[in-house]
């Protein structure tokens, strides 16, 4: 099997971009219920710490139990429904049992995906790189749909995503080891001190403390080198598109907007195309 997926471009790309599909489904799965285990984890530690009770009586919820129920109704989800992407056009965007609207979300999740593990494909070919892509690629898009539901970047993934590029640099896959200590403790400490600059002067708290811990496995994952070239992106397309929603009226300068996907976003970029991002920018500087 290995060797054909070595020998054939166009299996390996079939065979990822069906996984990616599936992967898809699952890190739907992840961004909804994972931020319901730790609020439901919090209210059990209270109410055996000091005898309050829980905030609600929702069931407990795991990443596989229970089996997947429409939100409105209840009603199972049968297995040929949950297909990626097929599923959704199947049941035209709506429950089957109870007609509720599904969200877009589910199916643009999994088709983002799917596409993305073909461009780790595209880039990484049948390498030692490809697997640590993917599993990069799946973790930020997990923690963009997160933040993007509840404004919030769960420690369950961004400490887990740090560890494992430290870890990774010991080959090393994308940084030295000294490039991937450099890069996590830089990325963590480069927007703690922003955040403390901007609480200074003006009262407020500008990102939170999952922003720091992302940006600092970003650095452990590509190297201190990488996280100029992140920074910038993130700040450019966080800051179009925070134009563009209050041109449209859909948020104000006090609104809060989540900076997690757009940190996400640069360093998926920078994954993929950072080296000829770079190699451009140092062409034109040289003719300048």
């Given at each position: 099997?290995?060797?054909?997926?070595?020998?054939?471009?166009?299996?390996?790309?079939?065979?990822?971009?069906?996984?990616?599909?599936?992967?898809g489904s699952f890190l739907n799965v992840v961004a909804y219920r994972l931020p319901k285990?730790?609020?439901?984890?919090?209210?059990?530690?209270?109410?055996?710490?000091?005898?309050?009770?829980?905030?609600?009586?929702?069931?407990?919820?795991?990443?596989?139990?229970?089996?997947?129920?429409?939100?409105?109704?209840?009603?199972?989800?049968?297995?040929?429904?949950?297909?990626?992407?097929?599923?959704?056009?199947?049941?035209?965007?709506?429950?089957?049992?109870?007609?509720?609207?599904?969200?877009?979300?589910?199916?643009?999740?999994?088709?983002?995906?799917?596409?993305?593990?073909?461009?780790?494909?595209?880039?990484?070919?049948?390498?030692?790189?490809?697997?640590?892509?993917?599993?990069?690629?799946?973790?930020?898009?997990?923690?963009?749909?997160?933040?993007?539901?509840?404004?919030?970047?769960?420690?369950?993934?961004?400490?887990?995503?740090?560890?494992?590029?430290?870890?990774?640099?010991?080959?090393?896959?994308?940084?030295?080891?000294?490039?991937?200590i450099a890069g996590a403790a830089a990325g963590y400490l480069l927007l703690w001190s922003?955040?403390?600059?901007?609480?200074?002067?003006?009262?407020?708290?500008?990102?939170?403390?999952?922003?720091?811990?992302?940006?600092?496995?970003?650095?452990?994952?590509?190297?201190?080198?990488?996280?100029?070239?992140?920074?910038?992106?993130?700040?450019?397309?966080?800051?179009?598109?925070?134009?563009?929603?209050?041109?449209?009226?859909?948020?104000?300068?006090?609104?809060?907007?989540?900076?997690?996907?757009?940190?996400?976003?640069?360093?998926?970029?920078?994954?993929?195309?950072?080296?000829?991002?770079?190699?451009?920018?140092?062409?034109?500087?040289?003719?300048?």
């Amino acid at each position: 099997m290995f060797e054909l997926l070595e020998s054939s471009p166009a299996t390996l790309a079939t065979v990822v971009g069906l996984l990616g599909l599936c992967i898809g489904s699952f890190l739907n799965v992840v961004a909804y219920r994972l931020p319901k285990m730790i609020e439901q984890d919090f209210a059990e530690a209270c109410r055996e710490q000091y005898g309050v009770p829980p905030a609600n009586d929702d069931a407990r919820v795991s990443l596989v139990l229970p089996p997947s129920s429409c939100p409105a109704c209840n009603a199972r989800i049968k297995p040929w429904h949950n297909l990626p992407v097929l599923g959704w056009l199947w049941l035209r965007g709506r429950c089957a049992a109870c007609h509720t609207a599904i969200s877009v979300q589910y199916p643009i999740v999994e088709l983002l995906s799917g596409v993305f593990s073909l461009l780790c494909v595209w880039r990484f070919g049948y390498s030692p790189q490809l697997l640590p892509a993917l599993l990069l690629s799946w973790s930020l898009i997990a923690l963009t749909v997160t933040d993007l539901r509840t404004m919030y970047l769960p420690d369950n993934l961004t400490l887990p995503l740090l560890w494992l590029g430290l870890l990774l640099s010991l080959k090393p896959v994308f940084a030295d080891p000294v490039s991937a200590i450099a890069g996590a403790a830089a990325g963590y400490l480069l927007l703690w001190s922003i955040f403390w600059a901007f609480k200074l002067a003006t009262g407020k708290e500008g990102m939170g403390y999952g922003d720091f811990k992302l940006m600092g496995a970003l650095g452990a994952w590509l190297g201190w080198q990488a996280l100029p070239q992140i920074v910038l992106l993130s700040a450019v397309v966080g800051a179009a598109v925070g134009i563009m929603l209050m041109l449209a009226r859909k948020a104000e300068w006090s609104s809060r907007i989540p900076f997690g996907p757009y940190i996400a976003g640069a360093g998926w970029i920078a994954l993929i195309w950072g080296e000829h991002i770079n190699r451009v920018y140092l062409g034109v500087a040289s003719v300048g």
